[in-house]
C-alpha cells in the first residue's frame, strides 16, 4: 500500500503564503505525476498544479504565477509554495500522485491524501 500525508495547511491572511508538503511512502517502485488539487465546500474537487518526475509542471490558470509546486524525488515529496493567498483559496488541498507499486509495477494507480485545510481571511 501507498500513504499520501499533507501537511503545511492553516489559517493565513489575504496577501500572505504557505507552503504545503506531501510525503509518499510505503510499497512504492516509482512514482509519475504529483500533483495538488484543492475542493471548497459546496464545489467540485478542482487541479491546482501537478508536476511530472522530469520536472515538467502544468498550473491551473487561477494560481498562475502565484503559486510555484515542485518536487524531491528522492523523498518522494511534492510541496507547492502559495504566495498572494486571496480568500477564494481557500479549501481543503489534496495531495496525488501515481504510484506504480513494488507489487504492481507496470500499471500505476491514483493515490489521495487526507487532505489539509488552508483558509485565507480577508
Known amino acids: 500500500q501507498v500513504q499520501l500525508v499533507e501537511s503545511g495547511g492553516g489559517l493565513v491572511q489575504a496577501g500572505g503564503s504557505l507552503r504545503l508538503s506531501c510525503a509518499a511512502s510505503?510499497?512504492?517502485?516509482?512514482?509519475?505525476?504529483m500533483g495538488w488539487y484543492r475542493q471548497a465546500p459546496g464545489k467540485q474537487r478542482e487541479l491546482v498544479a501537478t508536476i511530472t518526475s522530469g520536472g515538467i509542471t502544468n498550473y491551473a490558470d487561477f494560481v498562475k504565477g502565484r503559486f510555484t509546486i515542485s518536487r524531491d524525488n528522492a523523498k518522494n515529496t511534492v510541496y507547492v509554495q502559495m504566495d498572494s493567498l486571496k480568500p477564494e483559496d481557500t479549501a481543503v488541498y489534496y495531495c496525488?500522485?501515481?504510484?506504480?507499486?513494488?507489487?504492481?509495477?507496470?500499471?500505476?494507480?491514483?493515490?489521495w491524501g487526507q487532505g489539509t485545510q488552508v483558509t485565507v481571511s480577508s
Open positions: 510505503g510499497s512504492i517502485f516509482s512514482i509519475n505525476t
Open positions: 496525488n500522485a501515481v504510484v506504480r507499486t513494488l507489487e504492481r509495477r507496470n500499471i500505476g494507480s491514483y493515490y
